[in-house]
């Protein structure tokens, strides 16, 4: 049940849980609200009236004089409706007087009279409206006795005032056992019916943006499980530059839940930073506090630096992937070549191709750059692709003549570190040279090439990508139980940095995918 300790697992649970309880409470109050007693009301006319009527108007007893209507003369016509489903009875009014009170706000109250609807749909039967409004010419309300009426059944009150105005308001009072009195609102004509209904439309809008939430979770980059066991202190990492990006994701990774750690990167070259371990003191590494400051070195490869008194212990912490890179004015039948294989590479690097025409390319001096001595990439390019250590003499400052050693068969020259490099490579004519990624992104005028037809990535490295080291983390034998370097080593190798290690484009050593290569 680990994946519950998940913030956006709990995060898209509660959303899911609380979309459909919603929905279902959406439901159940529009289900309960349905099967109710429900008198609704509305006014479906209210307009003045005036002495231009030439014709009398039709009313309870005859009809009602013109003389009879003045300039402040108004007509209401209301609708009072079972809009429930269950069947209203006289005995269900509980309203003290029993019925309807409606009150015309501002003005006065002339004559008042029920109108007795067609049959109904749902019953095919009239409904009885035995009782006129009670009413006094002259106030302002009147009350409907109580009508039985089906659900569905309907009639009319047609009232006539005097004072106030069209439009003023009109309020209907009264109480149902178990219902409700309330407004509703009758369709216009041109009006254009709704694609749902209310309770649709509020169940969509809950279930969508359920939905929406649930989606941006799902874009969300995969949280980094919690380290095991937090630790105080501070820790310099150094040694490997080409593993520089994935030590700072990884002490981000680890910092944002232990902050009371202090973690800094200072990488240089992997055997300049193994020999940096090898010289720090490890008997100042606690403080009066508790604290704990130590060292640990990444090294591209198994370090080659000297270490007679068996000090080092290392830990394999991922695979990783190397890129040849090569200028683009090597071109092949008009392309700038894309792929070399390992034997090829060998020779260039080697002196047995001193020229771009004998692998069919332009008739232009090979030039290699390689990195100094202590880098862990020239390590891995020595133990991956070379098959022996390189050590030729250095033919070149430049990389564009012999300066230095003119009668090398090959223009070699050196840089000391990869950004220095992919810049004399994108510079000049003819060159090759290799770097690790993300810092191996070739500049303007260079490009990278495949090695026996594949790219340089942690996937490709399970499919036989030949150019890779394994990347160690190194310490001063086993870290003190409970230090900084000890935990933030246990995060590495436990399997919680996996997806750190995988999104800076390696494989790491603990998950499935890389366990073979670094085992390789």
Known sequence: ???????????????????IAASLALWYVERRKQHSKRIGHRIQMDIP????????????????????????????????ENDGAAT????????????????????????????????????ARQIRLDSRPVYTPGENSLLLPPVALNSGDYYKLLVMLRGG????????????????VHPNQGAHPDDKPPLFSALGRWTVGILGTGMAILLVLATLPDPVPQPRGCASGSLTLTGSSAFRPAMEALRDAYTRDCDDAKITVATSSSGTGVRQLLESDPSDSTDTAGDHSSVMA????????????????????????????????????????????????????????????????????????????????????E??????????????????????????????????????????????????????????????????????????????????????????????????DGSLADSFLDFLTQGAANRVIARAGHLSCTSPDGSAACRG
């Not at 005036?50 to 003389?67: K, M, N, Q, V």
């Not at 009014?93 to 015309?104: A, C, H, N, Q």
């Not at 105005?165 to 409700?180: P, W």
């Open 383 to 480: 133990a991956r692709v070379l098959g022996r250590p390189d050590s030729f003499s250095t033919s070149s400052r430049d990389c564009r003549t012999k300066d230095l050693l003119p009668t090398s068969k090959v223009l070699r020259c050196e840089e000391h570190n990869t950004p220095d490099l992919l810049d004399r490579v994108a510079r000049v004519d003819g060159t090759i040279g290799y770097a690790a990624p993300p810092e191996g992104t070739p500049r303007k005028g260079s490009h990278i090439l495949k090695l026996n037809g594949l790219g340089p990535s942690g996937e490709n490295i399970r499919k036989g990508y030949p150019f890779h080291a394994v990347e160690y983390a190194y310490t001063i034998g086993n870290p003190e």
């Open 298 to 381: 990444f090294s591209d490869g198994p370090t080659s630096e000297s270490d007679p008194e068996g000090k080092l212990h290392d830990e394999k912490v991922a695979a990783m992937a190397f890129a040849l890179v090569v200028n683009d004015a090597v071109v092949v039948d008009g392309k700038p070549l894309t792929n070399l294989t390992v034997s090829q590479v060998r020779r260039l690097y080697l002196g047995d191709i001193t020229d771009w025409k004998d692998l069919g390319g332009p008739d232009l001096p090979v030039r290699t750059v390689r990195r100094t001595g202590s880098s862990g990439t020239r390590g891995a390019f």
């Open 165 to 180: 105005g069209a439009g003023t308001q009109v309020d209907i009072e009264g109480r149902l056992n178990d219902g409700t």
């Open 49 to 80: 009236l005036s002495r231009a009527i030439s014709e009398d108007l039709p009313g309870p007893d005859g009809l009602i004089p013109r003389r009879d209507i003045t300039e402040d003369t108004t007509l209401v016509l209301l609708r009072i």
């Open 88 to 123: 209203i009875t006289d005995g269900d009014y509980i309203s003290d007087p029993k019925g309807l009170t409606v009150t015309f706000a501002g003005r006065r109250i002339t004559d008042a009279y029920p109108v007795q609807p067609a049959l109904t749909s749902n019953t």
């Open 1 to 19: 049940m680990g994946w519950l300790k998940d913030a956006q697992n709990l995060v898209a649970i509660a959303t899911t849980v609380l979309s």
